[in-house]
């Protein structure tokens, strides 16, 4: 594993749709092994900026470097070494868990082992079951399990647990933060700041194509606070959701 | 580029191209209503036409004999000859039963042993019942043929309409499973962006292709096998021409319309835009490529344009193989017909397609 300082940089990143700039001039360092999130509301380039990382959308302008690789000139190695979720990916219907599996896990040369991977997103109940009756929750994870089975050293994921219940969701932090404790680079975007906050080491707020703040999530809770008072402090730290997890447990609930 | 060579130690169902191929399996017969248009619509369309368009002996002509004292004598001699049904009947029952065409002559024998024949004689089946009654009774008063007569009966197959038919349905199959089969489901991986998502892992995109076109040629040999082995058994089509041959103008056939199927399917992003792109390319084949009716029923000026069509080549590529027993050297013209095909539409389908 190359170890060097940046699992991903990139530079002057540009990007346009016919007229509409989605892509403007976009900066971004993530630091190798940790884990890094991309905010901001829809139609930010999130999603653009993060498929360019990935090689799945061509650039007007800028440089992208991954793992000390480029796109240009090492597209086969670094395939090799991605883990990538997309925002809108529907898997075959038709197939297993295990057989979906077992279809990326042969895309890759060191892929990791099928049931190690169900067992890692817990779906092993399901591991023979359609991916057709599977509830959204399981969809997702088993579109993460796809982005782990070629034992990627950096991980991609757009909005993975937009639309989740709260179990799911946890679930799908206690996966990224596995990941990240071994070392490895995650580069997510969200809508929640509850989740940024939660996992994310640092992260960047995105709007209209550029990056218009960035730092750790107390460092940018500091910078506002300096500038707007903050509102009466809660009597607890503690979240509504925290409360729904309390009151209805950690078990996942498949339906 | 995505190229992989795969791990060395790795077992052959761990190979992406197996997998990819188990996938178009899988796919296929997870989809009831695949496998019933592929394999079971052909045949049930076959059954349908065969029996609707089966021949038939001529009916044999009813004859009645008005009740006379000298009837019996008449009737046995009728009844000698077996290509005919003799009844016998009273005067006004004959005149009932030769108005509503119940019998197609009447015959009167009268009281000086002489006979007399009541019938239409416009209807040719009555005077042909004329003719074999008469020759009949003849014969019982005695007549002998001056010259001996033997006689062949050859009954000719393949020059029935199932004849016709059958290798036309296998065109049709052919071109409905290579273009549905093969655009369908890349226009589905494309609109649900599994397409895209394979493209952000080191899936080699020659193999994603090639496990279309090896599970299309598996699919090919149990549609061939199916329709023709029905057709042999159940209405006795001929399979005159070398089988091996046949395998061959079927393979190619196939992949023409697999590579007609991609080149379809290589930019269109829905499934309902790529249908009506499907239907527009294929019903003029189906109306002008001697499916179900020769196309030489069409005007001459347009023959050279259907001659071009795939299908049409195809058609009758299958059919002179297996009705007149063609070699594939006599079939030169169609068979660079529809190898034009397959390449035009490969080269075309790869320049354009769209991976994301």
Not at chain 1, 62 to 81: I, S, Y
Not at chain 1, 135 to 140: A, E, N, P, R
Not at chain 2, 14 to 39: C, K
Not at chain 2, 241 to 257: K, P, Y
């Amino acid at each position: 594993m190359v170890t060097s300082a940046y699992a991903l940089v990139t530079r002057g990143l540009k990007k346009s749709y016919g007229d509409v700039l989605a892509v403007d001039g976009l900066d971004l360092e993530v630091r190798t092994g940790e884990c890094f999130g991309l905010l901001g509301p829809n139609g930010a380039g999130k999603t653009t900026t993060i498929e360019i990382c990935e090689g799945l959308l061509e650039r007007d302008a800028g440089d992208v470097e991954l793992l000390g690789l480029t796109w240009e000139a090492d597209a086969g190695k670094l395939k090799e070494r991605l883990g990538i979720q997309l925002q809108d990916t529907q898997l075959s219907e038709k197939l297993t868990v295990a057989e979906t599996l077992t279809l990326f896990r042969s895309f890759y040369q060191k892929p990791r082992d099928v049931d190690e991977v169900i067992a890692l997103v817990q779906l092993e109940e399901k591991k023979n079951a359609r991916v057709g009756t599977l509830s959204g929750g399981q969809k997702q994870r088993l579109a993460v399990a796809c982005a782990l089975v070629g034992d990627p050293e950096l991980l991609f994921l757009d909005e993975p647990t937009t639309g989740l219940d709260p179990q799911s969701r946890r679930q799908l932090w206690s996966l990224i933060e596995e990941f990240r404790a071994t070392g490895r680079t995650i580069l997510l975007t969200t809508h929640y700041m509850d989740e940024a906050e939660r996992l994310c080491d640092r992260v960047a707020i995105v709007d209209h194509g550029h990056i218009i703040a960035q730092g750790t999530p107390h460092e940018l809770m500091e910078s506002i606070a300096a500038a707007h008072p903050p509102p009466p402090p809660r009597a607890t730290s503690t979240t509504l959701e925290d409360v729904f997890v309390a009151l209805t447990g950690r078990t996942l609930r498949d339906e | 580029m995505s190229d992989a060579t795969p791990h060395p130690e790795r077992r052959f169902v761990d190979r992406s191209l197996v997998q990819l191929t188990l996938v178009r399996f899988r796919e296929f017969i997870r989809q009831p209503e695949a496998v019933f248009w592929t394999f079971v619509f052909p045949i049930l369309l076959a059954v349908g036409l065969g029996l609707a368009f089966r021949s038939r002996a001529p009916d044999k002509p009813r004859i009645g004999v008005v009740t006379t004292p000298t009837t019996s004598r008449i009737i046995a001699s009728l009844r000698r000859d077996s290509s005919m049904v003799v009844e016998q009947m009273d005067d006004s029952a004959a005149a009932r039963a030769l108005r509503t065409a119940k019998v197609t002559l009447l015959v009167v024998p009268e009281p000086d042993g002489s006979v007399r024949y009541v019938y239409d004689p416009v209807r040719s089946e009555s005077a042909t019942a004329r003719l074999i009654a008469d020759r009949a009774i003849q014969a019982g008063a005695g007549r002998t043929d001056p010259v001996k007569v033997t006689e062949r009966r050859v009954t000719e197959r393949g020059s029935r309409y199932i004849d016709f038919v059958i290798p036309g349905l296998l065109g049709m199959n052919l071109m409905g499973s290579g273009i549905w089969g093969i655009g369908f489901a890349i226009v589905d991986s494309r609109g649900k962006r599994l397409l895209k998502r394979f493209m952000a892992t080191p899936m080699s995109r020659a193999e994603y292709l090639m496990s279309f076109l090896f599970s299309r040629l598996f699919f090919l040999i149990l549609e061939v096998v199916a329709l023709l082995g029905f057709g042999a058994l159940a209405f006795g089509v001929p399979l005159r021409g070398s089988l091996l041959e046949l395998g061959l103008i079927c393979l190619v056939s196939a992949l023409a319309f697999g590579g007609l199927g991609l080149l379809i399917a290589s930019r269109a992003k829905t499934v309902e835009g790529v249908s009506g792109l499907m239907n527009f390319v294929m019903l003029p084949m189906w109306i002008f490529s001697g499916v179900f009716f020769s196309s030489s029923n069409f005007p001459n000026a347009v023959q050279p344009l259907i001659k071009a069509l795939p299908l049409t080549a195809v058609n009758d590529a299958l059919r002179a193989n297996m009705l007149e027993g063609t070699s594939i050297s006599g079939l030169s013209t169609e068979m660079i017909i529809i190898s034009a095909w397959l390449v035009a539409s490969f080269v075309l389908a790869l320049k354009l397609f769209r991976w994301r």
